[in-house]
């Protein structure tokens, strides 16, 4: 009984968080509310028995990604208060955009069957040899791929934060 109230409540929280994360008007305030919505998920993890993943989360999300979008923040100032309108295009291209995001999800969700366990507190899921079986077999190439995202990201935010002294230096 405790643990469904508990399980709503995360979900509260993290829909809450999230909606912040879009709506609030200052970065690091938004960047907060990610951390926020990262131990909510490690909440959820919690009570499906994986505390492992869930330490983890923490660690790896809300300790080092939140590191990197506060320096990201930080290095391209994006807290300035004179911000420029978006432009027509923009808006209509971000609409389609997000419509054809939702087409895609409707399409992932229509093909999927709900498979519930008996109790899912008795999986196994959460352990740390089948996590690393799961990763490190099936999930190997997105795993890579991911890591190179990453430090293309933080290679590109280094890359327009230093562009005025990039472009003095080849002038």
Not at 30 to 54: D, E, P, R
Not at 93 to 107: D, E, F, R, T, Y
Not at 130 to 136: A, K, M, Q, S, Y
């Amino acid at each position: 009984m405790f643990t469904t109230y508990l399980f709503y409540f995360l979900c509260i929280l993290a829909i809450y968080a999230a909606l912040m994360v879009l709506v609030s008007r200052k970065p690091i305030h938004s960047v907060l509310y990610l951390v926020l919505v990262f131990f909510a998920i490690a909440g959820h993890y919690i009570l499906l028995n994986a505390q492992f993943l869930a330490v983890v989360h923490i660690i790896v999300y809300a300790g080092a990604i939140m590191v990197l979008f506060l320096f990201t923040v930080m290095l391209l100032n994006l807290n300035r208060e004179e911000t420029s309108p978006k432009a027509g295009w923009v808006k209509v291209s971000a609409i389609v955009a997000g419509g054809l995001l939702m087409l895609v999800m409707i399409g992932v969700f229509r093909g999927y069957e709900m498979a519930v366990t008996s109790n899912p507190a008795l999986t196994q899921i959460g352990l740390v040899k089948n996590l690393g079986r799961i990763l490190f077999d099936d999930y190997i190439i997105p795993f890579e791929l991911s890591s190179v995202l990453f430090l293309t990201a933080m290679i590109g935010a280094v890359m327009l934060g230093k562009k005025e002294q990039i472009k003095k230096t080849y002038d």
